[in-house]
T-cell receptor, first 113, second 111 residues
């Protein structure tokens, strides 16, 4: 089983460029999440989708947009990348909208120069 | 949001029991406590979750006192492969997005 798959694994952007991070899960989970992790720090929630068709802001949503394309896929878009968005981005899913047993992807390492 | 505080780092030796404590003084009535493990260049992995008293699974135990203002993750007989960052997460089940990860505890197991 693949679990949670994130693409790409690495990306370098120039300031002002846009890109979309893709996330897909094959566990039939209802809820999906996007986190960012800066060096030496914990994870901060950017956006989440409690169920298909819904999205909500997390702790640090500014500069990002999300789309819950279907039950399996949840994308994160940076419209105009800034150096402050250099981070590792993790997608996660859970069976229902709770904190039990998140399954995380392996992350996307993004550098904005 | 329940803020969590953990020690920044801990050292141990192979075969020892390790206890990592997390403080969460403003935990709410409906909040559960969940611990995750993270290796370098990987996403966090669920270890254990509890509400009160003691929970045990095949890899760890979680001790939660009656006032629930702290919790202790206990790893029995650690090995080198347990070297990782451990995160305590406090949140309300069924209320997605309302919990926060702390900065984690870096556990280093030495031979």
């Amino acid at each position: 089983n693949a679990g949670v798959t994130q693409t790409p694994k690495f990306q370098v952007l120039k300031t002002g460029q846009s890109m979309t991070l893709q996330c897909a899960q094959d566990m039939n989970h209802n809820s999906m999440y996007w986190y960012r992790q800066d060096p030496g720090m914990g994870l901060r929630l950017i956006y989440y989708s409690a169920s298909e068709g819904t999205t909500d802001k997390g702790e640090v949503p500014n500069g990002y947009n999300v789309s819950r394309l279907n039950k399996r896929e949840f994308s994160l878009r940076l419209e105009s990348a800034a150096p402050s968005q250099t981070s590792v981005y993790f997608c996660a899913s859970s069976e229902v909208a709770d904190n039990y047993g998140y399954t995380f992807g392996s992350g996307t390492r993004l550098t904005v120069v | 949001l329940a803020k969590t505080t953990q020690p920044i780092s801990m050292d141990s030796y192979e075969g020892q029991e390790v206890n990592i404590t997390c403080s969460h003084n403003n935990i709410a009535t409906n909040d559960y406590i969940t611990w995750y493990q993270q290796f370098p260049s990987q996403g966090p992995r669920f270890i254990i979750q509890g509400y009160k008293t003691k929970v045990t699974n095949e890899v760890a135990s979680l001790f939660i006192p009656a006032d629930r203002k702290s919790s202790t993750l206990s790893l029995p007989r650690v090995s080198l492969s347990d070297t990782a960052v451990y995160y305590c997460l406090v949140g309300d089940l069924g209320n997605a997005g309302k919990s926060t990860f702390g900065d984690g505890t870096t556990l280093t197991v030495k031979p």
